[in-house]
């Protein structure tokens, strides 16, 4: 049978502010991203995103974002590769604490934001990603967007590694994402996103803003936890792949 992960960014609440709704997208996904303080959440935030994983079954990952807390993450910063690869360091190891304390393994790094879109385009941002992670968690999964330079300098440096596509995403013809700057980056069609992932996953292809087929490997399908309709959108993308006869898993069967 195949199988697919789903995962979703959560943990992104800070201080008094609640982002997402995590308890009630945790039931449907198999693997969380948790964001480690530097774009999104704070240690109390991380502690109880880990605590409901674990209630819930669902694998954990590291998801470390550009220092960037007003900008949620999402503009680019010039740092450099030593720079990105201690702060890599930094973020996942506060994140294996609280897991330690819990008694959970740390299952993958995913990099958030213009951190994630930028490594996957920039070989050398790219390489200090994965010689952070090698540094602190050998063991983990890296998860990037699907024929990135993250998942070459994944494969160079040793790590296992994971394709990642998006359900709620437009996609270009070099297979990166639509920056969402750009008018239908983000796609709101609930039908729609639920029929593109189902066939990325079972025929390999998405189509394009410009209305080109091209390939694509899913080993895992993020979709967006901090929307309104995010937890029947998740829902919805489960039970589709499971009438489609794919099997949602954590990465650790899917790669294996």
């Known amino acids: ?138 063991d983990a999964i890296i998860l990037g967007l699907a024929g990135s330079c993250l998942l070459s300098a994944a494969q160079q440096t040793g790590l296992r590694w994971a394709s990642e596509v998006f359900a709620d995403r437009a996609y270009l013809s070099d297979g990166s994402l639509v920056p969402r700057s750009q008018p239908g980056a983000v796609i709101t069609n609930p039908d729609c996103a639920i029929r593109r992932a189902v066939r990325m996953v079972r025929d390999g292809v998405v189509t394009t803003v410009d209305g080109i087929d091209i390939p694509i490997l899913a080993h895992s399908i993020c979709v967006h936890g901090d929307i309104p309709e995010a937890v029947a959108f998740v829902e919805a993308i489960h039970a589709a792949l499971v009438a489609e006869g794919i099997k949602v898993g954590k990465l650790d069967e899917v790669i294996a």
């Not at 969380?32 to 674990?54: K, L, Q, S, Y």
């Not at 990099?111 to 992670?133: F, Q, R, S, V």
Request: with cysteine.
């Open 1 to 138: 049978m195949r199988v697919v992960d789903l995962n979703s960014d959560l943990g992104e609440s800070f201080g008094a502010y609640t982002i997402g709704m995590d308890s009630a997208v945790l039931r449907h996904i198999s693997s969380a991203n948790v964001a480690c303080g530097w774009h999104a959440g704070d240690p109390e935030v991380m502690e109880r995103t880990v605590r409901a994983a674990v209630a819930s079954g669902t694998a954990v990952g590291a998801h470390p974002g550009y220092p960037d807390l007003l900008g949620f993450g999402r503009r680019n910063m010039a740092l450099s590769p030593n720079e990105a690869r201690t702060a890599v360091m930094y973020q996942v190891g506060a994140l294996q604490a609280f897991l330690r304390a819990q008694g959970l393994p740390l299952q993958h790094v995913k990099p958030h934001g213009a951190l994630y879109n930028t490594a996957a385009k920039d070989m050398k941002l790219a390489l200090a990603i994965c010689e952070g992670i090698q540094a602190v968690a050998p």
